[in-house]
T-cell receptor
């Protein structure tokens, strides 16, 4: 079945370590997004990518990096520069080919990162 | 960017209609209203969206006021599985095809047995 797969589902990291969260989609969607969610709060946009080899900073990009070498993949690296990395991370994708309309976002199941 | 305002929480009895309000008084003429919901510790799920006309699908109905400054999501027969955080979102467009969806804190709907 088509969908978005995030891994790992749970991840523990020591302070000062970089960690990469995987996001793969087989929906043939052009656009992909990374959001961060803190307890009791809404989603905040970290990075997004409309096409391969292009990506843009969202509202809270500091301390994060991404790449988009393949259409299907949009990994997120949480670097040691991110001061409060413990959070629930959500990846989403959306086709950008619906001219004049936004498509719906399809979300993965999330990755919960805990910094020890 | 247009913002939305939703009540932080609501209760609804199982089997009754759940009516979730959303204010978006600064919405622009070409911005859509989207609704998503998020069950605890899962990714959000798309429910419905609309521009100015009322919309209905198998999950819910969306009623948008004539001035488009507010909308209501209606779950006609709420079940326990509808307990979730419901997000009302207004599309923002920056530059070309960039369509960021900005999520607020949403409404926690608790369906009671």
């Amino acid at each position: 079945d088509g969908g978005i797969t995030q891994s790992p589902k749970y991840l523990f990291r020591k302070e000062g370590q970089n960690v990469t969260l995987s996001c793969e989609q087989n929906l043939n969607h052009d656009a992909m997004y990374w959001y961060r969610q803190d307890p009791g709060q809404g989603l905040r946009l970290i990075y997004y990518s409309q096409i391969v080899n292009d990506f843009q900073k969202g509202d809270i990009a500091e301390g994060y990096s991404v790449s988009r070498e393949k259409k299907e993949s949009f990994p997120l690296t949480v670097t040691s520069a991110q001061k409060n990395p413990t959070a629930f991370y959500l990846c989403a994708s959306k086709t950008a080919r619906l001219a004049g309309r936004t498509g719906e976002l399809f979300f993965g199941e999330g990755s919960r990162l805990t910094v020890l | 960017d247009a913002k939305t305002t939703q009540p932080p929480s609501m209760d609804c009895a199982e089997g009754r209609a759940a009516n979730l309000p959303c204010n978006h008084s600064t919405i622009s003429g070409n911005e859509y209203v989207y609704w998503y919901r998020q069950i605890h510790s899962q990714g959000p799920q798309y429910i419905i969206h609309g521009l100015k006309n009322n919309e209905t699908n198998e999950m819910a109905s969306l009623i948008i006021t004539e001035d488009r400054k507010s909308s209501t999501l209606i779950l006609p027969h709420a079940t326990l599985r509808d307990t979730a955080v419901y997000y009302c979102i207004v599309r923002v467009a920056t530059g070309g095809a960039t369509n960021k969806l900005i999520f607020g804190t949403g409404t926690l709907l608790a369906v009671q047995p």
